[in-house]
């Protein structure tokens, strides 16, 4: 019988996170497994062009089918259609529980390449100033490392995807390396014309995009496979991570076929959890021994706790005409946006606007149907009773505990939705830009609107937790093993050869966009542990 074989290091999860450690893993010398919990996809079949049928923008027939189908949480997404749906999982098979008075929107996906296949591309750096916020308003922590940690790590992902910008001299959203300026629609440059005139203090500049990737394979995981190091795996559902009795350190993951239903496990030095951050809490949550008797990495009983999703308001229009679409292909979901006014609140020390922080606006007019939008996108505050724990009496279909969710806005948010309502109905009424999404929809669209609102908004206005799709901590960095659940290099105090480094690592969660940070801090950690592996 062959010897089983003993991986320097396993990633569990093959998103933006996965692909990045396991580039940087492989191309440091590391034989490495990739394990996703989804299929593999051909490239030539599952991505057709979207069908041209001039249905309803909405979809909400396409939504309510989905829902009698077993995607009734997945069909509230906004980016949720007959076209997309098959990138979103089954609830039936993947249930999950919440608090009570505490609805969560978990939009999920499971396939090669996980949301990144969703992702409006957004690269955003965080600055100094986010990473540092709690010394100055004294709520939380601080992030453990500085911008200067984290900045040639953005570098490195900017320059090999490519991103598409300018540079803008803002110091909360640092420049970074652009390709090429994105370009605009006419109407966008003249909101940027106009907000530059009547805005004073709330610098505007271009979104800055990912440039899409026609492989549709996400390319870092293509390198990692280049260097011949990489072997992926799908279809392994993995249930928890396995320990040295000894010595309390990983040792292999344990999984579930997806198909065949059965369990099998497999050896390895070093784990990267990376299967985005309530499915990586859970999994360590699951991960119990007589070493870790709380779940692996929970001696200071935090884990699963601090959990934030970015605080969302929308607001939508139509326009009677719309511009030549920028995009690529049906699945640059990047084009979608081109205005971005990052965070203005809270700037000035005697500033006093009833809430902790701040939030951006990202918008797109003339782009795509029914005309116009803006988000503001904004930071909830990490709190302790907002968490993720297990639900023993609910299972998925692989017979693994479910997770149990409890988040709701505070009064720091829901002071902070209003602001953006306040902001964004100033917005439209300055660029002379009606709000109403639902224009051009029909009788029984707006009726099934109506009838659905309260599941996807709360009673100010603002999303839903979760329904921003940025959901982050509970597994956080930090100084202290009897409060935090990781060091500065993302390892698990607890257990030093495993590693956390999708947002769920995130000691607070910044109003940028979460996908850039997660990228650098991956290959970051990957890094790190390819030269510490044998001290380990």
Not at 391 to 419: F, L, T, Y
Request: glycine share 8%.
């Amino acid at each position: 019988m062959a010897e089983e074989k003993i991986y320097d290091a396993i990633v569990v999860g093959s998103g933006a996170s996965g692909g990045w450690a396991a580039k940087e893993l492989c191309e440091q010398g590391m034989d490495t497994l990739l394990l996703e919990a989804g299929p593999e996809l051909d490239p030539e079949v599952d991505f057709p062009p979207e069908p041209e049928d001039g249905s309803s923008k909405v979809q909400f027939l396409n939504r309510i089918k989905a829902v009698l189908c077993g995607q009734s949480i997945q069909a509230r997404c906004m980016s949720f259609s007959a076209f997309t749906k098959k990138f979103f999982v089954r609830d039936r098979d993947n249930p999950y529980t919440t608090g009570p008075n505490s609805p969560f929107n978990w939009y999920r996906s499971r396939q090669v390449g996980g949301r990144l296949h969703l992702w409006g591309r957004n690269a955003l750096r965080i600055s100094t100033a986010e990473l540092k916020s709690a010394s100055k308003d004294g709520f939380g922590d601080d992030w453990p490392i500085s911008y200067e940690d984290l900045e040639p790590w953005y570098t490195k992902v900017e320059s090999f995807l490519g991103v598409h910008g300018t540079s803008a001299g803002i110091s909360s959203i640092p420049d970074g390396i652009y390709d090429h300026p994105l370009d605009l629609t006419r109407a966008e440059q003249e909101v940027i014309d106009t907000l530059a005139e009547k805005w004073s203090g709330r610098p505007t500049t271009t979104c800055r995009i990912v440039k899409h990737n026609r492989k549709r394979i996400p390319l870092p995981i293509l390198a990692a496979q280049e260097t011949g190091r990489l072997e992926l795996r799908a279809d392994a559902v993995v249930c928890e991570i396995l320990v040295d009795a000894t010595t309390g350190l990983a040792c292999g993951v344990a999984f579930v076929d997806r198909v065949k239903k059965t369990r099998h496990t497999l050896r390895c030095r070093s784990v990267i959890l990376c299967a985005s951050t309530i499915e990586s809490i859970r999994i360590m949550l699951n991960s119990k021994s007589k070493n870790h008797p709380k779940g692996l990495g929970n001696s200071s009983g935090n884990l699963g706790h601090y959990l934030t999703d970015h605080v969302m308001v929308f607001k939508a229009g139509a326009l009677a005409n719309l511009e030549d679409s920028p995009k690529v292909d049906d699945y640059d979901f990047g084009a979608q946006s081109g205005i971005y006014v990052p965070n203005f609140c809270n700037l000035n020390p005697d500033e006093n606007l009833g809430f902790l922080r701040g939030y951006s606006l990202l918008g797109s007019v003339a782009r795509i149907e029914p005309g116009w939008f803006f988000m503001a996108v904004g930071e909830m505050l990490p709190r302790f009773e907002n968490c993720v724990s297990l639900d023993d009496k609910k299972k998925d279909a692989w017979g693994i505990p479910a997770a149990k969710i409890h988040v709701r806005h505070s009064e720091n948010e829901k002071a902070m939705i209003r602001h953006m309502q306040e902001t964004l109905s100033q917005l439209a009424d300055d660029c002379g830009l009606k709000t109403d999404h639902l224009e051009k929809e029909g009788v029984v669209s707006k009726i099934v609107y109506r009838l659905a609102k309260r599941l996807v908004y709360s009673e100010g206005g603002g999303l839903v937790p979760g329904s921003a799709i940025h959901e982050a901590g509970g597994a956080g960095m930090g100084t202290d093993p009897q409060k935090h659940v990781l060091n500065r290099d993302n390892q698990v105090f607890d257990a030093p050869n495993v590693f956390v480094t999708d947002s769920a690592s995130f000691t607070s969660s910044p109003f940028q966009n979460p996908g850039l940070t997660i990228m650098a801090l991956s290959a970051r950690a990957g890094n790190f542990l390819a030269e510490h592996l044998d001290q380990l």
